[in-house]
């Protein structure tokens, strides 16, 4: 079985700059989330979806940063425009339903962005 | 204060070795707790779940004290394969949503 995908896995882009992550869940997996790790920080949640629907979005830094999962599928996070602190390794994770009991969350191998 | 607080470590130590980490986190609403692995560059996954009575798989331990909001992971026999990052996570549900807070993770590098 796949694991949760994301796209691309490197990305250097300009200041001022628009970058589109991906991030394809486990099939299944109704609960989609979004972290980020800054150089030297913690990995640091940004959003959660149920499905279609955000259910968190509190991590977010800012109104540049914009997270849609159409049809409940894969995801999308788009930054507009990029900055400098923009810059980490933003990971993508999937996890069933609470009726599933205890989740575990699947992560993503992250992708590494560098904003100059 | 960081809501999930961990040694940072490294902590380096020879294989066979038992090493623990510690940590503590701040909210005490908060309601599942787990031990991920992170290898350099990589993502982080899941270790263990930890619960409050306590829980062993293998060479692991994990101990939660809800009373003093303070997590453990016990490592026994310590192999070379063990060297990674460990990540101290708490989960917070309201509703139907859901949050991990991680700590900054302890760096563990066995040696031979």
């Known amino acids: 079985e796949a694991g949760v995908t994301q796209f691309p896995s490197h990305s250097v882009i300009e200041k001022g700059q628009t970058v589109t992550l991906r991030c394809d869940p486990i099939s299944g997996h109704d609960n989609l989330y979004w972290y980020r790790r800054v150089m030297g920080k913690e990995i640091k949640f940004l959003l959660h979806f149920v499905k279609e629907s955000k259910q968190d979005e509190s991590g977010m830094p800012n109104n540049r940063f914009l997270a849609e999962r159409t049809g409940g599928t894969y995801s999308t996070l788009k930054v507009q425009p990029a900055e400098l602190e923009d810059s980490g390794v933003y990971f993508c994770?999937?996890?069933?339903?609470?009726?599933?009991?205890?989740?575990?969350?699947?992560f993503g191998q992250g992708t590494r962005l560098t904003v100059v | 204060r960081k809501e999930v607080e961990q040694d940072p470590g490294p902590f380096n130590v020879p294989e066979g070795a038992t090493v623990a980490f510690n940590c503590t986190y701040s909210?005490?609403?908060?309601?599942?707790f787990f031990w991920y692995r992170q290898d350099c560059r990589k993502e982080p996954k899941l270790l263990m779940s930890v619960y409050s009575s306590g829980n062993e798989d293998g060479r692991f331990t994990a101990q939660l004290n809800r009373a003093s909001q303070y997590i453990s992971l016990l490592i026994r026999d310590s192999k070379l394969s063990d060297s990674a990052t460990y990540l101290c996570v708490v989960n917070m549900e309201h509703g139907t949503a859901s949050k991990l807070t991680f700590g900054t993770g302890t760096r563990l590098q066995v040696t031979l």
């Open positions: 994770a999937s996890s069933q339903s609470w009726t599933t009991g205890v989740t575990e969350a699947f």
């Open positions: 909210n005490s609403a908060s309601q599942s």
